[in-house]
Nanobody, 124 residues
Framework: QVQLVESGGGLVQAGGSLRLSCVAS????????AGWYRQAPGKQRELVAT???????NFADSVKGRFTVSRDNGWNTVFLQMNSLKSEDTAVYYC??????????????????WGQGTQVTVSP
């Protein structure tokens, strides 16, 4: 079982930057996409930024031009660089890895891993 561990969250003033990291323990195979989601108090979890195995990225409109998503070569670590942070970016940020494939016996498998979350607080 793969575990995802996020780090890099914290308290920052508006206009500042943070870099989140998500490290996957174990090997990642047949990944479809990985990325970041966030959940603010009283709100639903929302997509922040994702990257497909082919390198295509997708960003929430609210973070376009301010956030970037990247990964290492082995898909063991995914990063979220957050610049020009705003108070409305305050949330718990979760990383997510999703994939699918076929086992040696032909059976299909899927996975959808989530980290435990890291708090990002942006002060006005």
């Amino acid at each position: 079982q793969v575990q995802l561990v996020e780090s890099g969250g914290g308290l920052v003033q508006a206009g500042g930057s943070l870099r989140l990291s998500c490290v996957a323990s174990g090997s990642i195979f047949s990944i479809n996409d990985a990325g970041w989601y966030r959940q603010a108090p009283g709100k639903q979890r929302e997509l922040v930024a994702t990257m497909t195995s082919g390198g295509r990225t997708n960003f929430a409109d609210s973070v376009k031009g301010r956030f970037t998503v990247s990964r290492d070569n082995g898909w063991n670590t995914v990063f979220l660089q957050m610049n020009s942070l705003k108070s409305e970016d305050t949330a718990v940020y979760y990383c997510n890895f999703r994939g699918s494939g076929r086992r040696y016996d032909g059976r299909r498998y899927e996975y959808d891993y989530w980290g435990q979350g890291t708090q990002v607080t942006v002060s006005p």
